[in-house]
């Protein structure tokens, strides 16, 4: 185990913990001082007894074993999110120059990171970038996966705008099953109500009215916190986004300009504008002004952005 045993004791003297205060696990402490000093690995259930020893989630530690550094995935979405939101096209293509070069080492996973940055790349700059093989890929890998965790959720969530319908359709409804055992974890709940949100305005946009509201129904599940204003917004904003596309009704549009006008006051003024952008392409507005093609999509990145304004 890579530096663990180090960073484990570190954790633990900071508390004020001896040795023989972690024995409840079960573990010795000759046991456990080998492996703090790196002579020794432990199985992944001691590991786990030993964290519980001194009162520290496995994602926390796992943080400090990164540096302080969030995951691969999250570190390139926030890259992506930056890139959008200044349309900076030129610094898109060098990342994706980067995780091609990575792609190199035959790793599936960059493999994967490839072809979302070519997914944004292409929605940013209009250019041709993915293949209907990189989502035959993208597809394949998400439908063999028995159980999704985080990565395959960011994953799925930041593609799915793109993907054919029915293969959405049944990888939504296959995700709600794939996750069950993770429900409980707020990070991944958050990230199961964020991924229903992005779908429900996928399917508005698609005009796919009656699949939209069963990602309604799922949205009426998640009961959003008061604290979760991100959330709170944009289902307000996609509910009367659902309301004009089946009626037409234009105070529908009132309520959506509210939702933006929340949005700023936030400070989260990257994220109202692409709001604006997408309300404008419903009036049909011509402007100088290059206005995105595709729904509101948001990268989990700028959700975090927006939520954590909000408390």
């Given at each position: ?29 000759s046991?456990l001082?080998r ?26 530690f ?27 096209i ?5 990342l ?58 960011l ?16 990888l ?84 959506m300009k ?7 006051l ?15 392409k ?6 100088n ?23």
């Amino acid at each position: 185990m890579k530096n663990f045993g180090e960073i484990f004791k570190k954790f633990r003297v900071s508390r004020g913990l001896r040795l023989k205060d972690i024995t409840n696990a079960g573990i010795s402490k000759s046991q456990l001082s080998r492996f703090e000093n790196g002579d020794t690995d432990l199985t992944i259930t001691k590991f786990m007894l030993i964290l519980d020893e001194i009162n520290m989630p496995i994602d926390e530690f796992m943080y400090a074993v990164h540096e302080f550094h969030r995951d691969e995935l999250n570190d390139l979405l926030e890259q992506i999110s930056k890139y959008i939101s200044t349309r900076d096209i030129q610094g898109m293509k060098k990342l994706l120059i980067s995780q091609m070069e990575k792609r190199d080492r035959k790793d599936k996973f960059y493999a994967l990171n490839t072809i979302l940055v070519k997914i944004r790349l292409q929605d940013l700059s209009g250019e041709c970038q993915y293949t209907k093989q990189d989502l035959n890929y993208l597809t394949d890998y998400l439908f063999s996966v028995e159980y999704w965790g985080c990565y395959e959720l960011l994953l799925f969530m930041n593609t799915l705008d793109v993907l054919n319908h029915k293969a959405f359709m049944v990888l939504s409804r296959e995700m709600s099953r794939r996750t069950d055992f993770f429900k409980e974890i707020p990070t991944h709940r958050r990230l199961m109500s964020t991924m229903f949100l992005n779908a429900y305005i996928t399917c508005i946009e698609r005009n796919k009215l009656i699949d939209a509201l069963y990602f309604e129904k799922q949205l009426h599940y998640c009961f959003f916190k008061e604290t979760e204003m991100y959330e709170r917004l944009v289902f307000l904003y996609a509910q009367n986004l659902y309301n004009y596309k089946k009626n037409q009704d234009n105070r529908a549009i009132i309520e959506m300009k509210k939702c933006i006008g929340a949005m700023k006051l936030s400070g989260s003024n990257h994220i109202a504008e692409k709001y604006e952008q997408h309300l404008k392409k419903i009036w049909k507005i011509k402007s100088n002004v290059q206005i995105w093609e595709n729904s509101p999509f948001l990268l989990f990145s700028d959700i975090l952005q927006l939520s954590n304004k909000g408390g």
